[in-house]
């Protein structure tokens, strides 16, 4: 982007997936809109802003030469109230007297009917000036947690009322969605609306407690226990690489059947108790995952900064209260480092080709104002390098007798490159995640996504028509690599302790003899 020879206005290629404002140094105060009168004001120019067909309007100040300083800001369809005071926005964005902005990425932070970003400007990460300084950080702060239409809340349910937040839609909107029945549950597990191996299990067993709720089952015992085991084993198909689903379909089909056994049994009691029990599902995780948060910090800080300071984490995927019953597994270790004021920085890699990096990840550190910066998937390993990464932490879908774990593909590979650079692994996952039933990680049932969630983006085609396409969700990572240790709510442990201080809670076959 620059300035065409001989004309003050900024030029913007309509080719490029932003629109560029460009700022003139800010010293005055000039209200709202741009007044090329005002005594050192800033004058804003705003060049081919993109209606519907990608047609212009030039609002420019034609008097003001145009300085080298730009924001960008997502591409979003303009309109004359979006616009409403836009100028006093951005100078509360980038100070009234500060250099020339610094390229940013800005997104607003509360929506409006006409604009599917809302009128704020909040940055979600800033880049400082190229520096060349070897481990300098300029980490983003985090936005304004107080908008409407951030949340964390993934799941919403009271009894005979379940809703997830569809994910697939962050961070553009928050928008959240009816799911009434077991067939609802695994079209939107399948589909991704909803995630992570908790969140999943959270969400199956709670569609079936509304099915329940509203009369389905029986009439009679047998019925209803058989309803109940039918939608389970249903259930568990939407995903099968994540364990904890598959571990509450058969806790929960054991306790229906062993509650219809009970002298006068009765089918309204067997129903309650089976809701009740998924019920207490929600309260448990957010439990399990405050203790996995706790325990992983002081684990780490001991490991990697056993004379006090602060250090640099670096997570993949999503593992955070999206993915959970709230806090988070890998993430809230990194809640956890930060309420104890010892985090310096999170990196969260982008986590292709589903994003969940940068778009959820980075979602929750700028609502919890977490200090963070996002990376590339390929930008792993140089980081661990450029910036002294303390530790590696990342979350788990399945973890087996030895060790070997199962998570977001792309985990293996910064196992592989936090070993070269003696950089402390950890795997941050509840007991529900292991299953001891399997030995090794060759016995792990990889789930394997269409391959136009790699060839395409937002239904726009990036790849070349015609090229094959391999498309795992998830790969497996040796225990040898997990140098750091495995956080569970019970403890932290060496993937070869793992077994022994698990035994017979976490196989799926039940209690080994």
């Known amino acids: 982007m620059g300035r065409s020879q001989g004309s003050s206005k900024s030029l913007l290629d309509l080719r490029t997936p932003f629109w560029c404002l460009a700022l ?21 120019a705003l060049r081919s802003l993109a209606i519907a067909r990608r047609q212009t309007q030039d609002l420019a100040c034609n008097s ?13 369809r303009l309109t004359a109230q979006v616009w409403r005071g836009t100028w006093s926005r951005i100078r509360r964005l980038v100070g009234g007297s500060q250099e020339p902005a610094k390229l940013m990425c800005a997104r607003s932070s509360f929506r409006e009917r006409s604009h599917p970003w809302g009128p704020g400007l909040a940055p979600c990460a800033l880049s400082g000036p190229a520096s060349g ?29 379940l809703q997830i937040l569809d994910q697939l839609l962050l961070p553009q909107q928050s928008r959240y969605e009816a799911v009434g029945s077991v067939r609802q549950a695994w079209e939107a597990i399948r589909a991704m609306k909803v995630r992570g191996a908790p969140a999943i299990a959270l969400v199956g067993c709670l569609s079936l407690a509304v099915e329940l709720q509203a009369g389905a089952g029986g009439p009679g015992l047998a019925a209803l226990v058989a309803f109940v085991r ?34 006068g049994a009765t089918e309204e009691a067997v129903r309650e108790r089976v809701i009740r029990w998924t019920e207490d ?16 910090a002081h684990h780490l800080l001991e490991r990697a900064a056993p004379e006090g300071g602060k250090v640099i984490v670096l997570t993949h995927c999503n593992t955070g209260a999206l993915a959970t019953a709230g806090y988070g597994t890998a993430l809230g270790v990194i809640r956890s480092l930060h309420s104890l004021g010892r985090l310096e920085c999170a990196f969260c890699t982008e986590t292709r080709p589903y994003n969940q990096g940068a778009r959820l990840t980075a979602f929750e550190f700028v ?18 390098a450029h910036y002294g990464v303390s530790a590696v932490v990342v979350g788990a879908d399945r973890v087996v007798a030895n060790g070997d774990t199962a998570n977001k593909v792309g985990t293996y590979q910064l196992a592989i490159s936090a070993k070269h650079h003696g950089i402390p692994f950890y ?58 240790g495995i956080i569970t709510e019970l403890g932290v442990f060496a993937p070869e302790e793992l077994q022994e201080a698990l035994g017979a809670t976490v196989t799926l076959d039940g209690p080994q003899k």
């Open 133 to 161: 300084a070897r481990g300098q950080l300029s980490p983003g702060k985090g936005g304004d947690r107080g908008c409407n239409s951030m949340t964390l809340e993934a799941i919403r349910y009271s009894r005979g009322s």
């Open 427 to 484: 795997v941050a996952a509840p007991s529900s995640s292991c299953d001891l039933h399997l030995k090794t990680g060759r016995e792990i049932i990889i789930e394997e996504r269409p391959g136009q969630e790699l060839t395409h983006v937002s239904g726009v085609r990036i790849a070349a028509p015609g090229i094959g396409v391999w498309n795992p969700a998830f790969d497996v990572t040796p225990h040898d690599l997990i140098t750091g």
């Open 24 to 44: 003139r140094e800010a010293r005055g105060s000039t209200g709202s809109g741009c007044r090329s009168q005002a005594p050192e004001g800033t004058h804003l």
């Open 230 to 263: 039918d939608a389970l084993s249903f259930l568990v198909t939407a995903r099968p690489t994540a364990v904890n689903m598959a571990r509450a379909a058969r806790d929960l089909a054991d306790l229906a059947a062993q509650e219809a056994e009970r002298e």
């Open 281 to 296: 599902m929600l309260a448990k995780d957010l439990r399990d995952n405050r203790s996995i948060g706790d325990l992983g």
């Open 64 to 76: 003001c030469p145009i300085n080298s300083g730009t924001i960008l800001v997502p591409r979003v």
């Open 367 to 384: 609502y919890e104002q977490i200090p963070a910066t996002l990376i590339a998937d390929s930008m792993a390993a140089a980081a661990m």
